[in-house]
């Protein structure tokens, strides 16, 4: 016992001395650390503007209104049924879920090393032989014996500067942040489905604009070749007017083509093979946003963006591993014991006099690695100053993609106004050209160039009219609006299908968790 105590008492002078000569923490700060070497985490400055840009445009208003849904706002129901799909089939999300058991379950292994790291059971029988030509055989008196054994071992490193106790925080941190992971999928995955929702309305409407463009230059079509069996034009007019309707034509193709690539982008979003979804979208008009925005303040991007909170925990996480680096300075406290029973026969192995054991105190220094040790503090912290700076990077960016998507909803606002007005005035201009051309009064050329003004003009309105709701889309995407429904679990919603039928799920909804895991 006494032995015991003076090597622990040992061992404190020790760490005393390497406390004051050997490592990066003073024994006040430890103290104060809660007996743990390393520096304490204090979350570092983030630049944030004091304000928005176009903070004095009356259609921007202060107050923050509820985010949680934001894409309730268009009034869309197969919006609002697709967003409800997605969150419960999205394989991205689900495999977010999982990163998040994992981290959860890291934890609580590391919880587990702050007590004795070794404890086990051993037993074991052996049939030994001597032999008899060993030095001193003489002594042999029995060559063949037996041997019984049966005991606990117990290791135990006591955690006095706290690297345990560091590794243990640095997990919850990267658990924290991996939630924070989870809920910037979902923000992803909800701005996904509503942008390609969007682009594949308005893609429709081009679609429709482009067809009715059709339908009027193949009455031009027909008017030319009256007026040519006629004799009252050329052939060229024919085919200078069968010439813009093939244009026209090709075009529809083109946009046949982008809208079943936002169909597919839909599919895999919804966690579904690529099909045709026009059956189950139906048509629809371009989701329509209302013109003001409330955005609150730039400083509400530090709770609302989950990549925020994401990069601030990743930081937290990376301030705790350089406490693990300085804790190697100090030498490791151990408490060892062993306690067990031995004996030839296994009939006496369990009498009083087969009991067999050990506890006491080690230590283990690593002296003379100080080289490896110094510059691996210093690789701990140069790792941090890399996740200061990437936190910091975030934050700009999270305040660029908000500044960005506000003013493309503000400006294509006023740009659909314009081209509105723009596309009334080329109609008007292209019936009168028709009625003048079939009067015979002007040329087919100028019949045609008013004609393939008004198909880019309707096409322009019709990608301004999605741009404003893009714009809004990504306003709210940028405020890190919609995780939120991870606390509570989504509506229970379906695809919806020809003839108001559903589109069966394969998988059931999420359970709702304070941490989410993935779809039971």
Known sequence: MRSSTTLLAGVAILASVSILTCGCTSVSEYIHNGFKVGPNYCPPPAPVAKDWIDAADVRVRKPADDLSRWWTIFSDPTL???????????LSLRAAGFRILEARAQVAIDVGNIFPQTQ????????????????????ITNRWYSQWDYGFNLSWELDFWGRFRRTVESDRATLEASVASYDDVLVTLLGDV?????QYRTTAQRIKYAQENVALERKTLEIAEGEFKAGVVGELDVYQARSTVEQTEAGIRELEIAQRQYANALCTLLGIPSEDLAARLGSGPIPTAPPEVAIGIPADLLLRRPDV?????????QSAQIGIAEAEYYPHVFINGTLGVSAQNFSNLFQ????AGSVGPSFTWNILNYGRIRNNVRLQDARFQEFVATY????????QEAENGLVQFLRAQQRAKSQSGGVADAAAAVRIALAQYAAGTIDLTRVTLLQQNLVPAEDSLAQAQGEIALGLIQVYR????????????????????????AAPETVPPPRPSPIPGPPA
């Open 80 to 90: 609002d049924s697709l967003i409800c799909y997605a969150y419960r089939q999205n």
């Open 392 to 399: 910091q990077n975030t934050v700009l960016n999270a305040n």
């Open 194 to 198: 509503a942008t390609n929702y969007t």
């Open 478 to 501: 940028a405020l890190g609006g919609g995780w939120q429904i991870r606390t509570a679990g989504g509506q229970p919603g379906t695809v919806p299908g020809a003839n108001g039928a």
């Open 120 to 139: 086990a059971m051993t037993g074991d029988n052996t049939r030994n032989v001597v032999s008899q030509e060993t030095a001193n055989r003489t002594a």
């Open 352 to 355: 009083q006099g087969a009991l």
């Open 309 to 317: 909170r994401r990069a601030e925990r990743q930081v937290a996480a």
